[in-house]
């Protein structure tokens, strides 16, 4: 066969491949059916108003065991900080040149602080923390920062109704109000 022929053979058989279309009426022949199951493992935000909250719960009490085995290592006694973020103080500075932003300070919902820990903490272990721990060691840093006391029992109805101090500290600024 020349060169020639050759090439135009091959031509051909990449052309008839590239046209391979899927089965009419088939879906293409990749991917695997997700399941319920799988699905509810990524499932897992919580919004401002608490829905969707797990069963179980904690005191900050119990909070405190968690917090020094699976925390303290990156976020300091009592949530002071360092090497990571601190979790706790700052109040009076977000109006100041230093704002110390922390969920104390800054955070508007307490219904966040579970959703951020349960899918990003430890941030070299997410996801391994139980529902219990999860709803503890969120007592645990409220407690630190005086919102709650070291015995009020956060669940999935308690947690939604804890009022963070900065909560009315942000503005709607949408639709921005230059376009008025
Ligand atoms: C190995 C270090 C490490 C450990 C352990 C760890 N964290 Fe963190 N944490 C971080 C880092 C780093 C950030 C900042 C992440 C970012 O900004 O994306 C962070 C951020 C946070 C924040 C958000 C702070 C803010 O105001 O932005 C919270 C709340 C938090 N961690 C809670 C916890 C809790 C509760 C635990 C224990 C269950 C924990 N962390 C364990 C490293 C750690």
């Known amino acids: 066969m020349s060169i020639s022929r050759t090439l135009a053979a091959l031509g051909a058989l990449a052309a008839a491949a590239c046209a391979g279309q899927p089965p009419a009426g088939k879906p293409p022949a990749f991917g695997t059916p997700v399941s319920a199951e799988e699905l509810a493992r990524w499932d897992?935000?919580?919004?401002?108003?608490?829905?969707?909250?797990?069963?179980?719960?904690?005191?900050?009490?119990?909070?405190?065991?968690?917090?020094?085995?699976?925390?303290?290592?990156?976020?300091?006694?009592?949530?002071?900080?360092?090497?990571?973020?601190?979790?706790?103080?700052?109040?009076?500075?977000?109006?100041?040149?230093?704002?110390?932003?922390?969920?104390?300070?800054?955070?508007?919902?307490?219904?966040?602080?579970f959703d951020y820990v349960r899918r990003a903490m430890p941030i070299t272990n997410p996801l391994s923390l139980t529902d219990d721990e999860v709803y503890a060691v969120t007592a645990y840093v409220l407690h630190l920062n005086g919102i709650i006391g070291e015995d009020a029992q956060m669940n999935a109805q308690s947690l939604p109704q804890v009022k963070m101090p900065n909560r009315d500290g942000f503005v709607n600024d949408w639709p921005p109000r230059s376009s008025k």
Not at 45 to 57: F, Q, T, V, W
Not at 66 to 89: F, I, N, R, S, T
């Open 44 to 113: 897992i935000s919580i919004p401002p108003s608490g829905a969707g909250l797990p069963k179980g719960g904690g005191t900050a009490r119990q909070g405190l065991a968690v917090y020094e085995q699976k925390c303290l290592a990156c976020h300091g006694v009592k949530g002071v900080g360092k090497p990571a973020d601190a979790l706790a103080g700052g109040f009076g500075t977000l109006n100041t040149k230093a704002p110390l932003r922390t969920v104390g300070s800054y955070w508007p919902y307490a219904t966040t602080l």
